[in-house]
């Protein structure tokens, strides 16, 4: 009798430490099959092409004005379109003839050049990049002239400086000072002799 007593005690107190009672098979099998699963965190890409021109956001557009004789030398054209995916459709109106490299960095810009009134011809930039994705240098071979140039940034990627070196033309270099910002941190006017404008539209 004794002997009883002694193991329904030991049961009792095993019982206890296991919360007085066992789950069934089938919770713990569900159990050990539960995992967390994190929400995994997409990164937004930034165009390739918005890197190459150092632009915020999400642009659908720029054009270029100046007043005063004010120049800037853009890397495309003074007035550039941009796809939903950031990728550059339309300089000056035309349709961009583009070719790219396989990190989709435009390697080569063409387009026709006006020599008569009925007559074009071809015309290109082709570009050189940092490791950052920025312009480094830029060679144009057109109908009158062939130059390359390089830049100079500031401490935030615009160019301040333009050197343009040409065994057909006479080297010249153009500085530039920004003076006014939107909101997304793009440059909207710069001085280089004159005052230079930039309108830019964004995507909603």
């Known amino acids: 009798m004794k002997k009883n007593l002694f193991l329904i005690a030991i049961t009792s107190i095993g019982l206890m430490a296991c919360g007085g009672k066992q789950q069934p098979a089938e919770n713990l099998d569900a159990a050990a099959d539960t995992t967390v699963v994190e929400e995994a965190i997409i ?3 930034v165009s390739p092409d918005y890197v190459m021109l150092n632009l915020k956001g999400k642009v659908k557009s720029y054009e270029l004005s100046s007043t005063n004789n004010g120049h800037y030398w853009d890397f495309v054209g003074e007035k550039v379109e941009f796809d939903e995916n950031g990728l550059i459709i339309k300089v ?5 003839k583009l070719e790219r490299n396989d990190k989709g960095q435009i ?7 006006q020599m008569e009134e009925d ?6 930039y082709m570009y050189s990049y940092d490791e950052k994705g920025q312009v480094t240098e830029i060679e144009y071979h057109g109908c009158y002239a062939d130059y390359n140039s390089t830049f100079e940034r500031n401490e935030n990627g615009d160019v301040i400086k333009r050197i343009n070196k040409s065994l057909t033309q006479r080297n010249e270099t153009n500085k530039y000072q920004y003076t006014e910002f939107d909101e997304h941190g793009n440059w909207t006017k710069c001085k280089s002799d004159g005052t230079i404008t930039r309108k830019i539209t964004y995507w909603e």
Do not use: L, P, S
């Open 43 to 45: 990164e937004e890409t």
């Open 92 to 96: 000056n109106d035309q349709k961009a």
């Open 107 to 113: 390697t080569k810009y063409t387009w026709k050049e």
């Open 119 to 124: 007559y074009w011809e071809d015309a290109n």
